[in-house]
């Protein structure tokens, strides 16, 4: 306390000194006056404080009975009588003097010809602006008249009216044009925010501005309306720099005015700043002669002190506290022994706090492994309870495993009955593994989505409080569709391959049978045999239709045939092939056109499956709805057919884009599969739901690839 006593007293003298310096020096004054009298009031309170603190601390020695308290109180009383009376007189008298000073310094005189010459000038920049103005006007009316060449008209009108710099600009800021006497070569500056508002409300900005090297300038923008549909609102901006000698002396003018205006203002402030500092000289006078005083007698009572306060900071876990040695007495060795006790308590924490840091360093480490796992995993106790998952986990199964923490597996579906069989599948898998390792792939529900997972547990070794069990999952329902996908799409290749190459004989040799035989016949055998080969017929051509499907399942993506298309214009043409559907189509189409990155033929085919599927679903509901939107939204492109027929089952609606899976009594089961194929082919994704409160709805997502008129490349759809 005696060195923080010694250094406030010192900080707070040289704080003292520049506050008085400050006072006498205008650039000091302006910058740091305040922060200094915030300064010198802080020194001066935390001084107030330490001299209080070491008030109260003697009068409780003095309670106390501590040897030499007495004597440090008279000092106090000493010291304080002797401070007091003549700082009190000092500073009464300084206050006055000081306040009949300041009111000496003013005059009304001045005060009249510093603000005439003030109006003067201001005046002479309100001439120029209106000028300026007028001529902004003129070149603005001379563009709404001569709209064939803004930029010839601009040079023209700008030399005619002799402005220094003149720009056009669109609505949105783009440089149409630029004139002036001035010549300049460097960027023009577009107009202000401000300009901009003013301009669309048809009033014109005129403002003096500050403009970097060039100083004062008048800055002008007027509206221009022209007869262009796409961009009507024009603005003109006229740039006029002030001429130097003015500029300067209206920046000297105003600055003069500026200074003796705060200066004047500031009167009342200045007496209270002057008396604010005569008051913090006392203060610091009167609290530096107490501290002084009360300094006397911490001589007898600091060893004691100083074993005190290394005890209060041992308690609150800082052991790095070690108390000088000052003598050989039995203060000396209890000192010596505190210190020795504060070293082997350091060591004991510093142990602890180590191995804290390695354990806490490996939870991290295993946290960070698992929070960046693609597999879902959960850890569980003895007894099936849920200790911790990863957030794969929450996001594979779309749950909030978080609230099943401490939970029984047993209870999970109580909580969320979602994850019931999910549960069910691992508790069996446990209680029928004799080692306890088990491995299955199960199918569950998640999201209103049938998804495949891959799951496989453990037993972990060790005592029963770290050990338990652990379950690794993963979704796999990409993995096991494209694997299906490759082998349906190589069936569908080899039927087809296999398949077509008969059905042509067959079909031309039971036309040929009807040629030669019909005649050779009468009667019954002859609609027999008519009746045999037609059937026959029909029969090839239904199972080239099956065949094509194939064909068309298990067929490659082209790249080279990939180009714009215009999935509107497509659409209608399409649509053109369904006349008799018109009546009941209700079809949202954009007014721009929308391009993907497709292959015509493909797309149209998607198209001919699901209008298809619709006229098929709606085949008994009168009147039948075909609502088809076309919507754009941060770079993709959604299709969707909605019908009104009995919609899908849910055991078929989760197969419905697997091969063979059909509502229809007569049907391959492709179409919607190969609707999935193309547009995965081109990058989109497609799904199926029952739409409320009766029917389907398909719906496709594509990424478009702009908007506009196409380019050259695009594929041309008639309409």
Request: hydrophobic share 45%; glycine share 8%; net charge neutral.
């Amino acid at each position: 306390m005696r060195w923080l006593l010694l250094v406030s007293a010192s900080l707070a003298t040289i704080a003292l000194f520049l506050l008085a310096t400050a006072t006498s020096n205008n650039t000091m004054f302006a910058q740091g006056y305040d922060t200094l009298v915030l300064l010198n009031g802080l020194l001066v309170g935390l001084l107030m404080l330490v001299v209080g603190w070491q008030l109260w601390q003697l009068r409780r020695n003095l309670r106390s009975g501590v040897f030499g308290s007495r004597l440090a109180v008279r000092l106090v009383l000493l010291f304080a009588l002797v401070a007091v009376l003549p700082g009190a007189l000092v500073y009464a008298v300084s206050v006055q003097f000081i306040g009949r000073s300041i009111e000496s310094w003013f005059d009304v005189r001045v005060d009249r010809a510093l603000e005439g010459g003030l109006n003067l000038g201001r005046n002479a920049l309100d001439y120029l602006l209106r000028d300026t103005a007028n001529k902004a006007g003129q070149i603005a009316l001379a563009l709404t008249e001569n709209q064939g060449d803004f930029a010839a008209t601009l040079r023209r009108t700008a030399e005619q009216t002799g402005v220094h710099e003149a720009a056009l600009y669109t609505a949105t800021g783009g440089v149409l044009g630029v004139a002036g006497v001035g010549g300049s070569t460097a960027a023009v500056e577009p107009p202000p925010t401000p300009a901009l508002r003013l301009a669309r409300l048809q009033q014109t900005y005129a403002k003096i501005e500050q403009m970097g090297d060039a100083g004062l300038v008048l800055r002008v923008v007027v509206p221009v309306n022209t007869d262009d549909r796409l961009s009507p609102l024009k603005l003109l901006q006229v740039i006029e720099p002030v001429p130097r000698p003015l500029a300067h002396d209206a920046e000297r003018l105003e600055a003069g005015v500026r200074d003796y205006q705060e200066i004047s203002f500031s009167r009342g402030a200045l007496k209270r700043l002057y008396a604010l500092t005569l008051t913090l000289t006392l203060l610091l006078a009167l609290t530096s002669a107490l501290g002084l005083a009360v300094v006397l007698s911490e001589r007898f009572s600091a060893p004691l002190g100083l074993l005190a306060e290394g005890t209060r900071a041992v308690a609150q876990g800082d052991f790095t506290r070690r108390q000088p040695v000052v003598s050989r007495d039995e203060l000396g060795v209890l000192t010596e022994s505190f210190n020795t006790m504060t070293a082997q308590l350091a060591d004991a924490h510093g142990k602890a706090e180590e191995s804290r840091r390695a354990t806490e360093t490996t939870r991290a480490y295993l946290e960070s492994i698992l929070g960046n796992l693609s597999a879902g995993v959960l850890a569980f106790d003895e007894d099936l309870k849920l200790r911790t998952a990863n957030p794969s986990a929450a996001v594979i199964l779309q749950q909030p495993l978080a609230e099943l923490t401490g939970m029984a597996l047993a209870d999970w579906g109580k909580r969320l009955p979602a994850l019931s069989p999910f549960a069910e599948l691992i508790n069996e898998g446990f209680r029928a593994s004799r080692e306890g390792q088990w491995q299955k792939e199960a199918e569950f529900r998640v999201a209103n989505l049938s998804r495949t997972l891959m799951m496989r547990g453990s037993r972990l070794p060790g005592p029963a409080v770290a050990g338990g069990y652990v379950v690794v999952f993963d979704d796999v329902s990409e993995l096991v569709q494209a694997q299906r996908d490759a082998a349906w799409a190589e069936v569908a290749r080899r039927l087809a391959h296999e398949i077509k190459n008969p059905l042509t004989p067959i079909q031309l040799s039971a036309e040929r049978m009807a040629v030669k035989l019909t005649d050779k016949l009468e009667g019954a055998d002859q609609d027999a045999l008519r009746r045999g080969t037609q059937t026959i017929v029909s029969q090839v051509a239904a199972m080239k239709n099956m065949v094509d499907d194939f064909a068309i399942y298990a067929r490659q993506p082209r790249p080279g045939q990939m180009q714009h298309v215009d999935l509107s214009a497509l659409l209608l043409d399409v649509l053109g092939l369904y006349d008799n559907l018109r009546p009941h189509v209700a079809l949202s189409l954009p007014v721009a056109p929308v391009f993907v990155q497709g292959e015509p033929t493909r797309l149209r085919q998607v198209f001919h499956n699901l209008i298809a599927n619709a006229v098929e679903a709606q085949a008994g509901v009168s009147p039948p709805i075909f609502a088809i939107a076309l919507t754009e939204s941060d770079g993709y492109v959604t299709l969707s057919f909605t019908d009104r027929g009995p919609g899908f089952p849910p055991d078929v609606l989760s197969h419905a884009f697997e091969p063979y899976v059909t509502t229809k009594a007569k049907g391959t089961g492709l179409g919607l599969a190969i609707v999935k194929k193309i547009i995965e082919e081109h990058g989109g994704r497609v799904t199926l739901e029952n739409a409320a409160p009766q029917g389907a709805r398909a719906t496709l997502v594509l990424p478009t690839v702009g908007h506009g008129r196409p380019p050259a490349s695009i594929a041309k759809v008639s309409i």
